[in-house]
Nanobody
Framework: QVQLVESGGGLVQAGDSLRLSCAAS????????MGWFRQAPGKEREFVGA????????YYADSVNGRFTISRDNGKNTLYLQMNSLKPEDTAVYYC????????????????????WGQGTQVTVSS
């Protein structure tokens, strides 16, 4: 059984920063591609960023590129999302996800190709 648990969300003001963490169980964490997605009420799930198994490649949605940074610590089985210069439109529930199969650069943004999901953590940004 694989479990992903997000933490670090909260209520902040525009321009503030947050660091989200995703703690993963499973011996194979270091072989998984990992991603962050978000979903606002009444809206579709949206890709935020992804990182390859060894951290060698990262990918970002245009809406967060330059503000967010994804990273991982395979020794701690943990995925991170550093969010800077937060905007009200970043308000959403943020989910981490794991892909057990190899993904191409075009596939990392496809939520349907991830196998495991966390329960989500709420991020609210006020103006």
């Amino acid at each position: 059984q694989v479990q992903l648990v997000e933490s670090g969300g909260g209520l902040v003001q525009a321009g503030d920063s947050l660091r989200l963490s995703c703690a993963a169980s499973g011996r194979a964490f270091s072989t998984w591609g990992m991603g962050w997605f978000r979903q606002a009420p009444g809206k579709e799930r949206e890709f935020v960023g992804a990182i390859s198994w060894n951290g060698g490649s990262t990918y970002y949605a245009d809406s967060v590129n330059g503000r967010f940074t994804i990273s991982r610590d395979n020794g701690k089985n943990t995925l991170y999302l550093q969010m800077n210069s937060l905007k009200p439109e970043d308000t959403a529930v943020y989910y981490c996800a794991a892909a057990t199969n190899i993904l191409t650069s075009r596939e990392f943004s496809k939520w349907g190709l991830y196998d495991y999901w966390g329960q989500g953590t709420q991020v609210t940004v006020s103006s």
